[in-house]
């Protein structure tokens, strides 16, 4: 009798003992190595009906360029089975088969726990211990059954953590709660800023009330001192002028004292006789009085170097009497000036070049007679000379500005006609000849006379020395010789005969186009008639004359 066949089995495999298992569990087909067929009910029967699954990798020995294969799903036992036409009872074993699969692999890739690196499993031994205090449940939460059958009732620990999805609304209350924190928050930093407003306001409040929060000096002061206030100062830069000469403590002493005075915005530039260690409100008042600004002077046009007795026996102060009372200033109970006559005496002896005095007026005033040397380049207008200086600083302090002025009106570059010099002779005798409507015909009438070399025969040029001057002027005075008798002589004068005035300046160098060569005043008003023929000049002076204007 012959023995039944032996299953075949490869000389170099040694299989792992199996667990039993019922015998309508299925076995998988992993890569290469495929799982024995399923034995028929007779001895030595192989059955082989499963299709093989798809070949897997196998893992790159150590050392190989790249990673282990990430791991795959694990296939359900029931993949690649045909379904059983004649089903007696289906018995699902997906958690217990993957045991099997795992014993299976075992023997072709080595130890799978090899790879447990990429699992996602803990190894605390402690684990071990509480399991064993919970009465026989594994981590995962399954119960032994006492059975040995060689599956698992819990979960394999070497399965990877499910997947979480996160629901939605979970989103929703994150963003809800999210809001409340942040609308929280909003509400602590409102209040915080209320707090701070409320504070600050009590902090200024009881500082109007209780005037502290700056320094302030008491009383009226101590030491003369000036400050000089330059264009374009505003009350905070007066303010720390004042506090760098030692006036006031603080410069919010001084700017909370003007608050309430409008008149400190009307401080004009200029010197300003103040005290040492005033209080705020005493240093306000102190600059705002009449009596407080020095060093101030103001000239007119057709104003001359020397003073002037009118008809009426009034004087009009001229130029060095102006600059004398300027230069006047009392400080801590002295008083010091500089007199007219030194004034003069500076003029005439300096050299004018250092004085101040434009280039190209030096010749001509170097020549001029003494006295009359720097007559017609001080220009008109508001001058602000320091008190308390030398005669030399003053008259430098008012030609320098001059010559700025006179730029602005046109010289020198404007002069045409007749070099600057004499430009501002002729501007000075149209400015006391006549009224502003008329200086550019009074200028055509010069420029006239001039061409034809007729004599100018102007009355202003004969009053000029003299100490009392006359509207018209007497035979013998128009007979006597000086340097600007426009009777006795023709062409212009030595020197200007007055301070002209720009609009002045800017007729001698653009006068109308006309051929007028008289005028006389013929209105109350001051303006003149104007001929070409001497008998309608006649005519005119007698109807003039008549009707009582001069």
Partial sequence: MSEPPRRRVAPDAERPPRRARPDSAPRHATGEHELPPRRGREQGELLDERPVAPPVPAPQAD????RPPARRRRPSPNDGVPPDENPTQVIELDEPYDDLYDEEIEGEFGDY??????????????????DDARGGRDRRGATDDGLDDGFDDGYDDDRAEPTYFPDERDDDEDETERGGRGRRMLKWLAALLLLAVVAAGAWFGARELLGFGYEDYEGTGEKDVLLHVE?????GVIAAKLVELDVVASAEAFVRAGEDDERILGIQPGYYQVKTKMSGEAAVKALVAEDSRVGHLQIRAGTKLFDVTQPDDSVTPGIFT?????????LNGERDCVSADELRETADTEDLAELGVPEWALDKAKNAPEGRKLEGLIAPGVYDVRPGGDAKDLLSQLLEASATRMEAAGLPGGAKDYDPYDT???ASIIELESVKADFEKVSSVIHNRLDIDMALQMDSTVNYPLKRPTLTTKE?????LTPWNTYAMTGLPETPIGAPSP???EAAMKPADTDYIYFVVCEENGLSCFNVDYDDHINDRNDARKRGVY
């Fill in 322 to 330: 102006l600059l004398e009372r300027a230069s006047c200033v009392e």
């Fill in 63 to 66: 050392g190989a360029q790249g």
């Fill in 476 to 480: 013998k005075e128009r007979q006597k």
């Fill in 424 to 426: 501002l002779v002729i």
């Fill in 113 to 130: 726990d090899d790879y447990d690196e990429y699992e996602d499993h803990d190894d605390d031994p402690r684990d071990d211990d509480r």
């Fill in 503 to 505: 609009e002045a300046i």
């Fill in 231 to 235: 264009d374009g100062d505003v009350t």
